[in-house]
T-cell receptor, first 113, second 114 residues
Framework: AQKVTQAQTEISVVEKEDVTLDCVYE???????LFWYKQPPSGELVFLIR??????QNEISGRYSWNFQKSTSSFNFTITASQVVDSAVYFC??????????FGTGTRLTVIP | EAQVTQNPRYLITVTGKKLTVTCSQN?????MSWYRQDPGLGLRQIYY???????DKGDVPEGYKVSRKEKRNFPLILESPSPNQTSLYFC?????????????FGPGTRLTVL
């Protein structure tokens, strides 16, 4: 069975602090894809990254970085030098089946100025 | 502009009054899907469609219907809405079922059933 766990329901940090959002997944598939989406207060869902199970290289995009570790079934997301605009709900998701996404319950990040 | 549109964005209705939420994409995507978002539960899939005239149930299909008569449109139908269907609904589309492309989401429809 597929499962995505985001144990951190809410996180608050002070601006410029680094913050890591955890994502742990379960799947029996050998080939799978993981995603992160951002949902700002305006409500839309913004795609951040896709990672396939064969690529364990960490990825960095500006202040964002992702750490994928198959050994621990984790796909964690770090924001460096957080900003108020990073305040949002962040969802980790696992692709299952043809193209269906199974979402975690989300982590609400609040960056305090 | 490539986008997924949903209408209406906000809807308040009463129990039992049939309603349709429309979803349209202009990217020629094969795959489309509906999700509902509830506090503490994340997004859960309602129905999805691999292509025209091909639809299938997701995790929470009860109380919903869909149709896919055209590639660009994927309406969500609530024949007899109930208060437990009060939620935020998202439509999504992606290019191909096998390519694990990212899904593009519509802006969401906030539905309240009284």
């Amino acid at each position: 069975a597929q499962k995505v766990t985001q144990a951190q329901t809410e996180i608050s940090v002070v601006e410029k602090e680094d913050v890591t959002l955890d994502c742990v997944y379960e799947t029996r598939d050998t080939t799978y894809y993981l995603f992160w989406y951002k949902q700002p207060p305006s409500g839309e869902l913004v795609f951040l990254i896709r990672r396939n199970s064969f690529d364990e290289q960490n990825e960095i995009s500006g202040r964002y970085s992702w750490n994928f570790q198959k050994s621990t079934s984790s796909f964690n997301f770090t924001i460096t030098a957080s900003q108020v605009v990073d305040s949002a709900v962040y969802f980790c998701a696992l692709r299952r089946g043809a193209n269906n996404l199974f979402f975690g319950t989300g982590t609400r990040l609040t960056v305090i100025p | 502009e490539a986008q997924v549109t949903q209408n209406p964005r906000y809807l308040i209705t009463v129990t039992g009054k049939k309603l349709t939420v429309t979803c349209s994409q202009n990217m020629n995507h094969e795959y489309m899907s509906w999700y509902r978002q509830d506090p503490g539960l994340g997004l859960r899939q309602i129905y999805y469609s691999m292509n025209v005239e091909v639809t299938d149930k997701g995790d929470v299909p009860e109380g919903y219907k869909v149709s896919r008569k055209e590639k660009r449109n994927f309406p969500l139908i609530l024949e007899s809405p109930s208060p437990n269907q009060t939620s935020l609904y998202f439509c999504a589309s992606s290019l191909s079922r096998g390519a694990a492309k990212e899904q593009f989401f519509g802006p969401g429809t906030r539905l309240t059933v009284l």
